[in-house]
């Protein structure tokens, strides 16, 4: 059996033996100085990406920002997100992949359905289609994207993207993009494409998840009291637009400072603080309960001691 058979049959025992409330999954450290400190290569990213097969854990996700500047903070840049993704693909095979989320002002609509679909294809589909509007203004400006009308334009991105790989097929002609008769040949693994996550609470951008979204998500909410409001607004939203609110799963990113906890670089908030395991499993319990079906986690040090610790908080989900 080749070593690639080996982790494929691990992963495969671990799938079937468990029964799990909710998923599970990790944000990878893919930018400067949040491995601990250290800045992860590929051979690293890599390494924690098939640990986190071997671990049992659901997912794994990357960012897709170009460039980190903020005031009173060393700058931090990032890899590109989709190159990889495309890599990330090829060396597992089973947890899913996604952007937390693909921002729609970096790239042309219609490529980015192509990209999508072709990295869909290289997992044997296992992506999830995290997108966004964009937010941080100093790496639009640093790339040369413009900033402004960020909700409309991510209105006709999605709407190109969401028709590409749905149909197959779009003719769109907006403000600011367009697509004339622009087909997606050859196809993914599946007909209709990856699920779409959307992340926001903005009524725009609610009004958007509920035309084209397959699930939601928070960032970075600790409480269910937060949670709780947020998914009234998305209840709100999917009944506005006439649709059933069981139709979009709910999911949240959740920051994890672990006994060992140094600070990330890049995040400012603060986060879930467990000092145990069992801590860290009685919260995602607790998110199963409230509606939550997929949680990502953001752990603080980012580094493969700690995704074994966390990987005890998943075991004790399992029963």
């Known amino acids: 059996m080749t070593a690639d058979e ?54 794994i996700w990357n960012a897709d920002h170009l460039i980190y500047r903020f005031p009173s903070k060393e700058v931090q ?24 989320v693909s921002c729609t002002s970096f790239r042309n609509p219609a490529l980015l359905a192509k990209i999508a679909d072709t990295v869909d294809e290289i997992s044997g589909g296992r992506l999830v289609l995290g997108l966004g509007a964009g937010w941080h203004e100093p790496e639009y400006i640093a790339f040369g994207y413009p900033f402004d009308h960020r909700v409309s334009r991510f209105a006709e991105a999605i709407a190109v993207i969401h028709g590409l790989l749905r149909k197959g097929h779009v003719d769109f002609e907006g403000t600011y993009y367009s697509a004339k008769d622009c087909e997606l040949r050859p196809r993914g693994p599946r007909p209709e494409g990856p699920p779409i996550m959307i992340g926001s609470t903005a009524p725009r951008m609610l009004s958007l998840l509920a035309a084209y979204g397959d699930i939601w998500n928070a960032w970075a909410r600790q409480t269910l009291e937060e949670l709780a409001e947020d998914r009234q607004k998305v209840d709100a939203a999917m009944e506005e637009a006439g649709r059933d609110p069981a139709t979009v799963e709910r ?30 499993a009685a919260h995602l319990a607790s998110y199963a309960e409230a509606g939550i079906s997929h ?18 908080s998943v075991e004790l989900l399992d029963g």
């Open 6 to 59: 080996e982790r494929e049959s691990q992963a495969d025992a671990v799938d079937v033996s468990r029964i799990r409330p909710l998923k599970v999954g990790l944000i990878l450290p893919d930018t400067e100085r949040e491995m601990g400190g250290d800045t992860a290569r590929w051979s690293d990213l890599a390494a924690m990406a098939r640990l986190a097969e071997e671990l049992g854990f659901d997912s």
């Open 77 to 100: 840049g990032p890899w590109e997100s989709w190159s990889l993704l495309a890599a990330l693909a090829a060396v597992t095979s089973r947890v899913e992949i996604g952007p937390l």
């Open 251 to 280: 999911t949240v990113s959740l920051l994890v400072d672990l006994p060992t906890a140094t600070g990330r670089p890049s995040e400012e908030k603060p986060g879930l603080k467990p000092r145990e395991p069992r801590e860290l």
């Open 295 to 312: 949680v990502q986690l953001m752990l603080d040090p980012n580094t493969p001691a700690s995704m074994e610790w966390a990987a005890r």
